[in-house]
């Protein structure tokens, strides 16, 4: 189920990411939702859906970290 754009994405991580972010996790998902399709390609007994969704914020948390006040700030 890959998105279609940004604001597609869960609620969870809508809500919370800034835009640049929501593009990175839209983007990640998608590519990691093609390229774990085969279950044999996964760890563990992980999902599509839950395997896309780790890449997805493992993609952010590589640009962006969460500050005190909550909310996702881009690293510097």
Same mark, same amino acid.
């Given at each position: 189920?890959?998105y279609?754009?940004r *604001?597609?994405?869960?609620? %969870?991580a +809508?809500?919370?990411?800034?835009?640049?972010?929501r593009?990175?996790?839209?983007e990640?998902?998608?590519?990691?939702?093609?390229e774990?399709?085969n279950?044999? *390609?996964?760890?563990?007994? %992980?999902? +599509?859906?839950?395997?896309?969704?780790?890449v997805a914020?493992?993609?952010v948390e590589?640009k962006?970290k969460?500050?005190d006040?909550?909310?996702?700030?881009?690293?510097?």
């Open positions: 189920m890959p279609n754009n *604001d597609d994405i869960p609620e %969870s +809508r809500k919370v990411l800034p835009p640049h972010a593009t990175i996790y839209k990640a998902f998608n590519d990691a939702w093609e774990y399709r279950p044999s *390609d996964r760890r563990g007994n %992980s999902s +599509r859906e839950e395997t896309a969704h780790a914020w493992k993609a590589s962006y969460k500050g006040d909550g909310k996702w700030h881009p690293k510097h």
